[in-house]
């Protein structure tokens, strides 16, 4: 009977052990979602700039508000854990990762800042360094980066987790999102990136996702490949860079910030590992989502470390680690390279998976997968494998040395925990590791992971020939520059009036701006020559739609399905015009035609489930819609429809919560236009009518309205239009018609914003022009005195802009500069210098003040000023100290013609300085070769001979530093060089650098001015001629001390 007991015992201890450890393993298993409000400290920004800026990413506007006064801000956070990780989510900061943590450690492997410190560094300004940031678009760090973005949260089926974040794109009208997933079980995180070209047009393709990472002297960079190229035409060998190890960040100690796009490998993973600390952090994702592996580092320098404290308190300096779409980050210089940009085709998707994780005692990496880490430790004869796991692993580990297996083993693995083993190896042994069906593989074999894609251009290849004009034109296309890119085809055409390509391209180019005749006109030259022609064909859809042309449209959209690229957007463009039609049937068989080509089309999922609902068809509309949804939580037609199908209140509210953006009135016009071109104008008026108070959407209502019609024009026109930016073709043509039957400035000059975004400068003026004066707020006047030519015209602007706005510091800036452009520095003064108390921390106040008395030869006040002169900064700007030096230079010619030569030497160090104070840092190298013949020619004048021959030495040894390319202060170098008897080695190194740059007009400057040639004048008067268009990323070069050198050889040039 005891017996009998204690069996029974043991059975319910058994029993209770099992429901335990079932219990601890559903737990084990679980992963959690919530919102929270986390204070930070908070260094906020501030001040829109009410004025039109018409650049690549207008309507954007730009912040000029930044401070060091910190207040305590609460901000919304999206936590998703496990047991394993932390996420944390900032929806209200551009919807970015703002940190992730490894639990059982408490490290982190993306860097999680514990202020909110925004810097002006973006395209707009505002930037906050640290975790996870996603960019789509032109370029980076994109204008929702650090504004309040759409945002949605899930648990799903599976027991993840979802934080879902996206935004709209205004300039290109393409939709992004970012599914940030944490499943149970395992100890990474995913995202899911989608990016929706939803228009009709193609447009500017970038994307990179740039994670943040603690910087340190015992961080190795592990990234797969051989060679590494920059922004333009800069490469290098990696991880072997002239003899530095540069995949350490402590060999990085040289040069400026560092851009290093690592390429040559066909990999799948890429991160970085502490070795001091045993932790590091990796990505995942398969490689033709993403080419690129980017490793970013401020420079080590002060230059790039004075950034630490300007973006953090305490969290110290940092690295990014990036991925992306193409290999580099392409600058416009990046076109003579085999790295061109991108174009994103219409109605194309991009989805892209990727994983972030941290390594644990792993000692690096060798090989990823989303089930494990591998890494290959060497110890004399034999290596230590060492496997960790990212889920749990039950599997077996098959070993090969020299393709024969040496280790076959069952392994169970829990995640983060390592497994190891030891294998004997000798110094030419391949070895393969396999995983089960092969889940993690690695290979030492070279050949199976390096490739040879030449990183540098086939100098051979003729820019000058059509081909070669028309690739110019594309790519500055695909970088928003249109009417440089039309010049480009232009050119193409003159050297063969038949070149197909650049005929389409022209006839986009004139379609963007709305000149359809135009446009047409090379669409037939097209056609004449292939009438099959895919995009010629595509293009004759898109034109004939607009002139009213139906038939013709439908018959160019349906010839441009016979080539692959335009398929999807032929048949969606045709699904639309059926739609219009109320033609159901037809609209749904192009659209799902659409959709067996990409079935990520959402424009044609979101024809369809309209198409669905038209016909009555509820339960097959809502079953496209889930389809959309899990496409994009942030979708704003798929709420709307939701709620077009139910009616219920409940699903109102769903959609106007779901539009969490900092420009909500842009999302409910974007929605409605979408309506609005497939025919259903009471869906869009629906639309508009939810939509927050806004001049655009009353006039589009006013439009579509007809019924109050005046009441909607009424409150368009009665709103102000500050910061009213409209930039869509559609409103242009409702405004041109309200301009004819309802005349008031603000139409005109709603449109000739327009107008002069999309490239027609005159029509635009004549907008403006139409405004008289009557407008009553000074952003207009600023706005037109840009677009005026004449000085008088221009002055009439700013002054008519200071009548209606005298304090406005804005107002103060554009008279200050106009004078000082007239030569009037005094007044320019006497208009800044009431507002140094009312904006302290406003730069282009102060640094314009500079500017002026350095204009008035008064250096000493200048010098004083910025010495005492807070500056906050922007990423790469060094304008601050480049006025200090100016200033200190000026001061030493004068002292030197005058003969007062210690005080010219004492100038001539101080311009050596690098204050702190100016928000910039000393750089590696830098050249002071300009400051050192001013104490050249000082110590000679002294008498002291030994200090003159120690800077003598020093000019001529100069070097520029890695990637910096040589000036115009080379010619005191030669002359230096010559006048010490080195007459050949001056020659030998004139010669180098003009063989070195030979595009280079400073190098000819520098040529001519040293042989004393008449064309040094020439050459000279066409430098300061050129206009310097700087683009994203630009890596064209500028001597910005050409002029100052110039202001010194008018006295000292013997």
């Given amino acids: 009977m005891k017996s009998q007991k204690k069996i029974k015992l043991l059975l319910n201890i058994g029993a209770g052990l099992l429901l335990l450890s079932m219990s601890v393993n559903v737990k084990a298993q679980q992963a959690f979602i919530r919102e929270e409000l986390i204070e930070f400290k908070t260094y906020p920004f501030s001040d829109p700039d009410p004025i039109p800026e018409i650049n690549r990413i207008y309507p954007y506007f730009y912040f000029h508000g930044y401070t060091n006064n910190a207040i305590q801000q609460k901000w919304k956070m999206v936590v998703l854990e496990n047991d394993y990780i932390k996420v944390y989510v900032c929806p209200e900061i551009g919807g970015k990762i703002w940190g992730a943590i490894e639990k059982s450690t408490g490290k982190e492997f993306l860097y999680y800042n514990h202020v909110v410190k925004f810097r002006d560094v973006a395209m707009r300004g505002a930037w906050t360094s640290g975790g996870l940031e996603y960019n789509f678009g032109d370029i980076g760090h994109i204008p929702t980066c650090a504004t309040p973005v759409d945002y949605a949260i899930r648990e799903n ?57 603690k910087a340190g002297n015992d961080l190795e960079f592990i990234y797969p490949g051989k060679n590494w190229i920059g922004h333009g035409t800069e490469t290098g060998d990696w991880p072997m860079d002239d003899d530095r190890e540069i995949s350490w960040y402590k060999n990085n100690d040289f040069g400026s910030y560092k851009s290093y796009h690592v390429i040559n490998s066909y990999s799948d993973f890429f991160g970085g590992y502490w070795h001091d600390e045993d932790f590091g952090f990796g990505h995942y994702c398969n490689f033709d989502e993403k080419l690129g592996k980017k490793l970013w580092i401020w420079g080590l320098a002060q230059e790039g470390m004075i950034w630490e404290n300007l973006l953090t308190d305490n969290d110290g300096q940092y690295i990014e680690f990036q991925a992306g779409k193409l290999f580099n980050q392409a600058a416009d210089s990046s076109t003579e390279t085999p790295f061109k940009h991108k174009e994103f085709p219409p109605h194309d998707v991009d989805i892209m998976n990727e994983i972030w994780f941290p390594l644990k005692e792993t000692k690096g990496m060798a090989a990823a997968s989303e089930y494990a880490v591998l890494n290959l430790v060497k110890d004399e004869k034999k290596q230590m494998v060492l496997i960790s796991a990212l889920q749990s692993i039950d599997d077996t580990l098959f070993i090969y040395r020299n393709g024969n297996l040496i280790y076959d083993n069952r392994i169970k693995l829990q995640p983060l925990k390592l497994h190891k083993t030891a294998i004997e190896v000798s110094e030419n042994d391949e070895i393969e590791i396999i ?40 790519e500055l296309e695909k970088q928003r520059e249109f009417i440089r890119a039309r010049t480009a085809y232009e050119k193409a055409l003159e050297k063969d009036s038949h070149f197909l390509p650049a005929l389409t391209r022209m006839a986009l180019s004139f379609y963007r701006q709305m000149k359809y005749e135009k446009a047409m006109e090379y669409i037939r030259q097209a056609l004449a020559i292939d009438t099959y022609d895919g995009e010629a064909n595509y293009m004759l859809g898109l034109i004939s739609r607009e002139t009213g042309n139906i038939t013709l ?108 953006n900092e420009l909500p009135h842009e999302s409910y016009l974007n929605l409605a236009l979408n309506y609005y071109k497939k025919g259903c ?93 009557e407008p009553d707020f000074a952003a207009f006047y600023l ?199 080195n007459k050949q080695q001056a020659d030998h190194l004139l010669e180098n650098f003009l063989e070195k740059y030979p595009e280079s007009k400073y190098m000819k400057w520098v040529e001519a001015k040293y042989i004393k040639s008449q064309k040094a004048s020439e050459i000279e008067q066409d430098i300061l001629r050129e206009k310097n268009i700087s683009m994203a990323y630009d890596t064209k070069f500028t001597d910005k001390g050409f002029q100052l050198l110039l202001d010194f050889l008018k006295e000292f040039d013997e």
């Fill in 435 to 474: 995983l089960g069906n092969h889940k993690l593989k690695y290979s030492s074999r070279k050949d199976d992971v390096l490739v040879d894609r030449p990183p540098r251009p086939d100098k051979k290849f003729d820019w000058e020939t059509a081909y070669g004009h028309y690739i110019k034109g594309l």
């Fill in 681 to 773: 104008v009471e869906e869009a008026v629906t639309v508009l009518q939810m939509a927050p108070e806004n001049p655009i959407i009353n006039l589009w209502l006013a439009h579509m309205d007809q019924e109050d019609q005046n009441q909607h024009m009424k409150k368009a026109l009665s709103q102000s239009p500050e910061f009213v930016f409209p930039h869509r073709i559609e409103t242009a043509e409702i405004l041109s018609r309200f301009i004819k039957d309802k005349p008031d400035w603000r139409l005109n000059y709603y449109l000739g914003l327009i107008l002069w975004h999309k490239g027609l400068i005159q029509e635009a003026k004549m907008q403006f022009e139409a405004c008289g004066t």
């Fill in 157 to 213: 089926t599976d027991g993840s987790v979802s934080c879902v974040v996206g935004a709209i794109d205004l300039p290109s009208g393409t939709k992004w999102n970012v599914e940030i997933k944490v499943s149970p079980g395992k100890a990474f995180f995913e995202t899911k990136a989608g990016w929706f070209n939803n228009t009709e047009l193609p447009c500017t393709y970038y994307h990179w996702m740039n994670a943040a990472a």
């Fill in 783 to 981: 706005a037109k005195m840009k677009l005026e030519d004449e000085r008088v015209q221009r002055f009439e602007c700013v002054e008519k802009a200071r009548k209606l706005e005298p304090d406005n510091w804005r107002v103060a800036l554009a008279m200050a500069e106009y004078y000082l452009a007239e030569g009037s520095g005094v007044k320019a003064m006497k208009i800044l210098r009431p507002f140094f108390k009312t904006n302290p921390e406003q730069p282009a106040i102060g640094l314009l003040y500079v500017r002026c008395l350095n204009a008035l030869h008064e250096h000493e006040k200048a010098l004083r000023f910025l010495e005492s002169y807070e500056l906050l900064p922007f990423e790469g700007a060094t304008i601050g100290r480049d006025l200090y030096n100016e200033a200190c230079l000026l001061s030493a010619f004068t002292a030197l013609k005058k003969g007062k030569n210690d005080e010219a030497i004492n100038l001539a160090e101080k311009a050596k300085n690098w204050p702190v104070n100016l928000g910039v840092g000393k750089p590696f190298n830098v050249d002071e070769r300009l400051e050192d013949y001013i104490l050249f020619l000082a110590f000679n004048a002294n008498g002291k001979v030994k200090e003159a021959k120690q800077i003598a030495s020093e000019i001529m040894e100069y070097t520029p530093g890695i990637f910096k390319e040589e000036n115009s202060r080379l010619y005191l170098q030669l002359i230096v060089l010559q006048q010490n008897g």
């Fill in 553 to 660: 449209s439908k018959s160019g959209f349906s010839i441009a399905m016979g080539q692959v690229a335009y398929r999807t957007a032929a048949a969606t463009e045709l699904a639309v015009l059926f739609l219009k039609e109320k033609d159901w049937e037809k609209a749904i068989q192009y659209a799902e035609k659409a959709l067996s080509y990409n079935v990520f089309n959402i424009e044609a999922l979101q024809i369809l489930s309209l198409a669905k609902r038209k016909q009555g068809k509820k339960n097959d509309a809502a079953e496209v819609l889930k389809k959309i949804a899990k496409l994009d939580a942030t979708n704003h037609f798929q709420k709307m429809e939701s709620f077009l199908l139910s009616g219920k209140k409940s699903d109102k509210e769903e959609f106007i919560a779901g539009i969490t």
